[in-house]
Structures are given as C-alpha cells and as structure tokens.
C-alpha cells in the first residue's frame, strides 16, 4: 500500500492568492482528516470527513478555509485568499472505522505539505 | 471534553539514558491510548497504542502502561539512541477521531 499520498509537498505563494492541497487516502479507510501544524499552535484538527461526508469542521479557522471529498479516493483543502499566517505544515490522515464497539482507530499520516505565504 | 497533557519539551538526554516522557489524560469514557511519533520532515506515526486498563504498549523498545487508576501513559525507554530524536505525541481515541497532546521534542546527544 501507498500510504495516504499528499500534493504538494511543498507550496510557496503570494497573500491573495488561492491554495489547493489534495490528499489521496489509504484504499478501503473510510475517515479522512486534515490537520494543520505549528509551532505556536501544535497540531490542530481541522475537519474530518466519513464516507466523504464532512462530520465536523468547527476546527476549520474562517471562511477562507475550506474542504471537499467528492469521493472516497481524493480530498482537498483550499485557501483563499491566503494569508502568511496561514503558514504552516498540512497534514492529511485515514483511518478505518472498526465498528461501533472499538475504540482502536490507528489513523495514518501523509508527509505533509509545508505551505509557505508570502 | 477529553484532553491530553503531556510535559513540555524540549528535552535533551546523552545516548543511553533513561526516558520517561508523562502523559496524562482526562475522558469520559475507557479510551485506547496511543503515542505516535514525528521524524523530522515527515508526518506522525504510531509508535505504541494500549487499549485497556493495565495494558502495556511496546515498540521499538519503548513502553507505556495504561493506568486508569491515574489516568497516565507515560512512555519510556531503559537507552535512547540519537536516532530517537524525534517529537512524541500521546494521544487518545474519542469514538471516530483522536485527541492529540502538544507533543513533546526529544534530543539526543551523541
């Protein structure tokens, strides 16, 4: 397996302009989860999805951030306009839902996409 | 809510010293506990996990227990290595998504 593939790896763009990031995740995990990481502020969740539904995004920090899962293979995470507070390391995870009864949900990490704003 | 409160980094050991990282945390209901860790450049992974009381995760030569009784998960290692140098996360499970603590950086000299 792959591993959860993240694109770009890194991204260096102007304030004002828009920011894609895609995720492709682990064939067969049905959660996917973006998170942001700094150094100020750790690691943030920031919207997680199940069966390509949004669950909660209450992490998501403004209306310039938003996220999409049109199917169960590709998700992504825009920005606009960008701010170069919005620097930081993007990460993307999934998880596999072992039912109801289990508490164990191993989530899986992609590399990340360092996004810089300039 | 749950939370995770671990001790705040950086710490710094020589090679071969004893690691103990303290991890305690607060949730409702019979969590499974984890620590993941982060190499430098690259995204978190599982290192350890426990999914009940008085379970013992180990890895790599690291260990953790889970005590209900004082709601920790302290990891340690008998001889960290520098190739451990690393930022270590505990975390728990809180029905379809984790709670992360704000990690902690280790360094290890040589």
């Known amino acids: 397996d792959a591993g959860v593939i993240q694109s770009p790896r890194h991204e260096v763009t102007e304030m004002g302009q828009e920011v894609t990031l895609r995720c492709k995740p682990i064939s067969g995990h049905d959660y996917l989860f973006w998170y942001r990481q700094t150094m100020m502020r750790g690691l943030e969740l920031l919207i997680y999805f199940n069966n390509n539904v949004p669950i909660d995004d209450s992490g998501m920090p403004e209306d310039r951030f938003s996220a999409k899962m049109p199917n169960a293979s590709f998700s992504t995470l825009k920005i606009q306009p960008s701010e170069p507070r919005d620097s930081a390391v993007y990460f993307c995870?999934?998880?596999?839902?072992?039912?109801?009864?289990?508490?164990?949900?191993?989530?899986?990490f992609g590399p990340g996409t360092r996004l810089t704003v300039l | 809510g749950d939370s995770v409160t671990q001790m705040e980094g950086p710490v710094t050991l020589s090679e071969e010293a004893f690691l103990t990282i303290n991890c305690t945390y607060t949730?409702?209901?019979?969590?499974?506990l984890f620590w993941y860790v982060q190499y430098p450049g690259e995204g978190l992974q599982l290192l350890l996990k426990a999914t009940k009381a008085d379970d013992k995760g180990s890895n790599k030569g690291f260990e953790a227990t889970y005590r209900k009784e004082t709601t920790s998960f302290h990891l340690e290692k008998g001889s960290v290595q520098v190739s451990d140098s690393a930022v270590y996360f505990c975390?728990?499970?809180?029905?379809?998504?984790?709670?992360f603590g704000k990690g902690t950086r280790l360094h290890i000299l040589p």
């Open positions: 975390a728990l499970s809180e029905i379809d998504k984790i709670i």
């Open positions: 949730a409702t209901g019979y969590p499974s």
């Open positions: 995870a999934s998880s596999r839902n072992l039912g109801q009864l289990s508490s164990y949900n191993e989530q899986f």
